[in-house]
């Protein structure tokens, strides 16, 4: 059996299975989109966000991308985060680094694929700033701290945007966070916040 074949049929024992313990189940399937929380991770196949944080669908709108960097040039997080504010009014937004995150491996030792090493700049530059901490490290501690600093640094990032000041402008929300997971405890590691109620942790631009 191929994994295309095998993925297909376990998608109908899932099917079967919610319908068994809820006959509506896709009835109101649609009717469940409503997060108050945005998710912005790294692209990866080890951290399922809804079994983590044991959600429901449509409590977490999820947007991944390598690095889980926060970039102005970055249209499609730019597009969803206009929409995520200004329709679903959300009001959390959680920048989640992980450990083993390969975005971490490339930059602390390297790439030669000229598409990542160029979509990681950023990274790589964070890296850099704090290379006289970082490289005593030993590798684990070295990429833990690397993903914590990233963490910090796209929680700015997000603060700065206009997006995100216009909206301050307009309420309390969204509130940012920064969280690490560590994927050899399963458990969260919260590394920043910004709170519009508390004034003095407002970024300038």
Not at 21 to 47: C, Q, T
Not at 133 to 148: S, T, V
Not at 165 to 175: D, E, I, N, S, V
Not at 184 to 191: M, S, V, Y
Request: with cysteine; glycine share 4%.
């Amino acid at each position: 059996m191929t994994t295309r074949e095998r993925i297909l049929l376990e998608s109908k024992a899932w099917v079967q299975e919610k319908l068994a313990l809820d006959k509506g189940y896709f009835k109101r399937l649609s009717a469940m989109h409503n997060p108050e929380l945005l998710w912005i991770g790294s692209s990866d196949s080890l951290v399922p966000v809804r079994e983590i944080t044991n959600t429901e669908p449509g409590e977490i709108l999820v947007y991944r991308n390598v690095g889980n960097l926060v970039k102005e040039s970055d249209l499609s997080l730019m597009a969803l985060l206009q929409d995520a504010l200004e329709v679903s009014k959300i009001k959390y937004i959680i920048v989640c680094g992980y450990s083993h995150c390969s975005s971490l491996r490339e930059v602390i030792q390297g790439t030669e694929k000229p598409l990542l090493r160029e979509w990681l700049v950023d990274l790589r530059a964070i890296y850099e700033l704090h290379h006289q901490e970082l490289d005593p490290l030993p590798y684990e501690q070295k990429e833990q701290r690397l993903a914590e600093l990233n963490i910090e640094q796209q929680i700015k990032n997000l603060g700065k945007l206009e997006l995100i000041q216009k909206a301050w402008k307009q309420g309390a929300y969204p509130k940012l966070y920064g969280w690490f997971f560590d994927l050899n405890t399963g458990l969260f590691k919260e590394i920043t916040h910004i709170d519009p109620a508390e004034p003095f942790n407002l970024p300038s631009n």
